[in-house]
Each structure stands twice: as structure tokens, then as C-alpha cells.
């Protein structure tokens, strides 16, 4: 069925008696051409775009749990490319233009809204590198723009520009940037993965590898086994637990990101606003919440909760740059579990094993790299080499000393 | 968390800064003849498991020590806290 206002309006006037499921719900068979571990944002979209645009539709996505459950749940919904280095820019300026063009071609409403991203910039050598990585993103065809504070105060007055710690002297905007609607964008990739005849197993766990020789030839399931010529890892965030099953030893840790959304309110906050001096981002949903982040707790865990401390430390860099949060009252907190790599950047991957592949390592940056890293997977699944954009998400990149660090932290995940 | 310390009691976490994983204390030899395999996998690749994890955590707002903690990735549970020193020593290392 395709999606459109006069089907809307059609069915409002007989009694929305018109409307099907948006996917089936198949039984395992014994035997695909991809399985694909993780039914999340990027192992939906893997299976999109092996559909729609490799042609390779003997696809299964196996998820434990319900479709969507993870991490494409509990994220921030932010969409942007304004990254610096040359491993990570592309790829990322490839997701943002696969996103402007997202609800036309999966026919879903997405509800991707580009109301620009902000970085606050509080100090000259802020400044300096903002140029930098403005340039950066210039040479791989982004959008960038570098404002003063006189005219941050005209369009973000609420803004405490005066801080004595933290002063606001401009910003590097990415117009482009913004939102979108988390939970829909899986929603609308497994439709269109479903309609072309991919099959979506839900609540079917991943218990092991069949791996002979070197070579792996399938999975064990909760469910039964399946025979697969190529198995895909894709559960960033369970990385580590999965990968142990094959053998494997990753440059990962596990650690919990927490998510803030405060009760709602009138439209106050035109795009995604972050603190340049300690780590905060925030933007408004359509709904009216607040929805704020901050930094991961900092220590290895699983478990889909945080502490205290972070909590503070978030609202504190909330009440730095915008005093008015604190009026807001905040509704409700959770936590994600985020694969924090070796140098904060990810993977996509062939692993030692022939038939099976990796993705994973996102940190906490995995929403906005939904579409790419699809795309970006689906390409190395289909033809066995890296898609141009991802050639520099390797998994032997710290044995070479080719590293993709933006922040220049070194090995130590929780700093990323 | 609160971290019951070994020589000054329970402190709270926020205290502490994380290092990452126990096996850190087990420095490759540099003179081995496998030392960049060693080295790579002592410095990149951790087993980051879901359960019970032994973790290093240095107590910057307080004595400054290192300790080595026994908690439940999946729980938070900590079930042994031991002064890092104490641990390398018994695995033979000098001092």
C-alpha cells in the first residue's frame, strides 16, 4: 500500500477500515543469502538498501526483541555532518543527503525536519578549529556557517552570552542539520525492506555461529538454526556480547549514554543547540519537549540505566548556556548502551571469519549515520568491497596506525 | 555506585575516575617476539563482558589510589574492591 495525504483523508472519511500492517510477520527459513543480526535502525536499513538498490532480496533480519527496540528507540533524533576528519566527513555528508531525500523514497513520513544544528564557540582557539572543521566540511560538500555572537544574539536571544565561565562568542552553524523522527525511521525502513521481500524475524535471538574452517555458515537461534552464505553482525551496543560468540576480541567497550526530555512546552528552541565548553545538546521535539544529552556515565556496562552524577552534570551544562531550563521540569531519563570504540569512530567491516561481517562502534553517534550506514553495509555485503565513503572503517585500523580519532583522546572510549 | 574502598570506607563513584579493564595491569613484554600482536591487543581490544567485570578505578578526589573493582556490567553490583597494588603484586609483579 503507498502512503500518500489523499489516502489519509480517503480513509478519515470511511473509518480508517482501509489501513494493513506496514510489515508481515514470517517464519524463519531454513536457508537466506544475508542474515543480518539486529533488527534496529541500521540492520533495517542494511536490508532497505540490499533490496532497493543491490537487489538482494533473500534477506532475513533477526531481531531478539521487537522491531526497533534499541538504541534507534533512545536516541536524541539529531541529524547533522559536521564532522572534521577525511575517514569520517564523506560518509557522514553521504547519510545527510540520503536523509533529505528519505521520505520520498521509503514513503514514509520521517518527519525529518532540517532546523539547523548549532556549536556554541566560547573561547578564540574554539574559534580556530571551528574553521577548521568548517573547511573540512566544505571540501566534502556540506554546508557550513560561521556567525558572531551579535548575530547569535538576534536569532537566539535566550542564550547566556554574558556567562563569566563560559561566554557565548559565536557559533558554527549547519543549517542542513536537525531532526527526525527516531522511532519512524525504522518503521519506515522495514516496510520498505518488508515490500520488497526481505523477512523480518522479531523476537527470534541470535545463540551462536556455525563456523567450520574458518568460514561461517550460519547462526544458531532461539528459533532454530538458519544457513546463511554471509552473516552481518549489526547490534552496536551489544557488539561485544555477540561478537564473543564468534571468538572474537573487539576494539569496543559497552558504556550508558542517558537521554533527558522535560515536560512540554510552546515552541522556544528553533534547531539543535550544543555547549561548546562541556558536553550538552539539546532540541525542541514537535510534541514540545525538551529532549538533552549530555556525556556517557564513563564506566562499562550493559545495563540500560544511569547514575546520578551524570544526570547534574547534564542539567549543570543546560543551565550554563540557557538559564531558562531551569524552569522546565523534567519529565523523563533513560539510557542507551553505546559501542565506545578505540578512537570514537566505527566500523564496517569484513571480520577474519569469511562469510561474516561487522558494524558497529558508533559510539554515540549511530542515529545520524542510519541511512549511510545501511547503505555503506549493504555495499560491502552485496559486492565485497568497501562503498567510497567507508573505506576507513576498518577494523585492523589500529594494528596499521590509521586511526580516526576527531577528538584526538587516544585509546580510552569513555573520553571519546 | 558507592565504592567501598579498602583503607578509607565507602565513597561515592563520582569520586573516582574509570580506567577501563583490570587486564591493563598486565603490561606486554616489549622484548617479546609477538610484542606488536601483544601490545595491539593489550591496547585496542578488550573482552568487554556482560556480567561480571574486574575494572581499575583511581580515587583522584581522595588518596589517590588505584583500586581494582569487581562489579556486574549488567547489575552495577560491585562485589570486590581491592587496592590495585595488592592485585599486582599477588599476579608476581615487583612493585
Known amino acids: ?416 | 555506585m558507592i565504592i567501598d574502598h579498602p583503607l578509607l570506607g565507602p565513597r561515592d563513584a563520582a569520586e573516582f575516575v574509570y580506567l577501563g579493564d583490570a587486564a591493563l595491569i598486565d603490561r606486554p613484554d616489549w622484548q617479546a617476539a609477538d610484542a606488536m600482536e601483544q601490545f595491539h591487543s593489550y591496547g585496542y581490544l578488550r573482552d568487554n563482558p556482560a556480567g561480571q567485570h574486574q575494572e581499575l578505578w583511581y580515587h583522584e578526589q581522595g588518596d589517590r589510589s588505584w583500586l581494582v573493582v569487581t562489579r556486574n556490567t549488567l547489575t552495577h553490583e560491585i562485589t570486590a574492591v581491592e587496592l590495585a597494588r595488592d592485585v599486582a603484586r599477588k599476579r608476581g609483579r615487583g612493585k
Open chain 1, 1 to 416: 500500500m503507498r502512503y500518500s495525504g489523499f489516502k489519509v483523508l480517503w480513509e478519515g472519511l470511511t473509518g480508517n477500515k482501509g489501513w494493513t500492517r506496514a510489515w508481515r510477520e514470517p517464519e524463519p527459513k531454513a536457508e537466506y543469502d544475508i542474515v543480518i543480526i539486529g533488527g534496529g535502525g541500521h540492520g533495517l536499513s542494511t536490508a532497505y538498501y540490499l533490496a532497493k538498490e543491490f537487489g538482494l532480496t533473500n534477506v532475513a533480519v533477526l531481531e531478539k526483541g521487537w522491531l526497533g527496540s534499541g538504541n534507534i528507540g533512545r536516541n536524541t533524533t539529531i541529524i547533522r555532518s559536521n564532522y572534521l576528519l577525511p575517514g569520517n566527513e564523506p560518509f557522514y555528508e553521504f547519510s545527510m543527503k540520503l536523509w533529505e531525500n528519505l521520505e520520498q523514497d521509503t514513503n514514509y513520513n520521517s518527519m525529518v525536519s532540517q532546523r539547523s544544528i548549532l556549536n556554541l564557540i566560547h573561547t578564540d582557539g574554539q574559534r580556530d578549529a571551528f574553521v577548521r572543521r568548517a573547511n573540512s566540511m566544505f571540501l566534502a560538500g556540506a554546508d557550513a556557517e560561521l556567525v558572531d555572537a551579535a548575530q547569535l544574539k538576534k536569532e537566539l536571544p535566550f542564550l547566556d552570552y554574558d556567562n563569566a565561565r563560559f561566554p557565548i562568542k559565536g557559533g558554527l552553524f549547519q543549517r542542513r542539520g536537525g531532526t527526525a523522527r527516531h522511532d519512524a525511521v525504522a518503521w519506515g525502513y522495514a516496510r520498505g525492506a518488508d515490500s520488497r521481500g526481505v523477512d523480518i524475524i522479531q523476537n527470534c535471538e541470535v545463540t551462536g555461529f556455525q563456523i567450520e574452517n574458518g568460514s561461517c555458515l550460519g547462526v544458531e537461534t532461539s528459533r532454530g538454526p538458519i544457513r546463511a552464505k554471509k552473516v552481518a553482525m549489526c547490534v552496536a551496543g551489544s557488539s561485544g556480547r555477540v561478537a564473543a560468540m564468534a571468538g572474537m576480541r573487539l576494539p569496543i567497550e559497552s558504556h550508558v549514554l542517558q537521554a533527558f526530555v522535560s515536560e512540554g512546552l510552546k515552541p522556544t528552541l528553533p534547531g539543535v543547540i550544543t555547549f561548546g565548553a562541556g558536553h550538552f545538546y539539546v532540541s525542541q521535539s514537535d510534541k514540545g519537549g525538551l529532549v538533552f544529552g549530555g556525556d556517557i556515565d564513563g564506566y562499562n556496562t550493559y545495563a540500560q540505566r544511569g547514575n546520578l552524577p551524570v544526570v547534574e552534570d547534564v542539567c549543570e551544562g543546560g543551565m550554563a548556556i540557557m538559564p531558562m531550563i531551569g524552569r522546565a521540569r523534567l519529565l523523563r531519563s533513560w539510557g542507551g548502551v553505546m559501542d565506545m570504540s578505540m578512537d570514537g569512530s566505527p566500523f564496517i567491516d569484513k571480520t577474519h571469519i569469511d562469510g561474516l561481517y561487522f558494524n558497529g562502534g558508533w559510539c554515540y553517534g549511530g542515529f545520524k549515520a542510519t541511512p549511510a550506514s545501511g547503505f555503506c553495509y549493504a555495499h560491502l555485503l552485496a559486492k565485497d568491497e568497501p562503498h567510497p565513503t567507508a573505506t576507513e572503517m576498518r577494523l585492523d585500523r589500529f594494528m596499521t596506525g590509521n586511526l580516526i580519532d576527531e577528538k584526538g583522546m587516544g585509546n580510552q572510549p569513555n573520553l571519546h
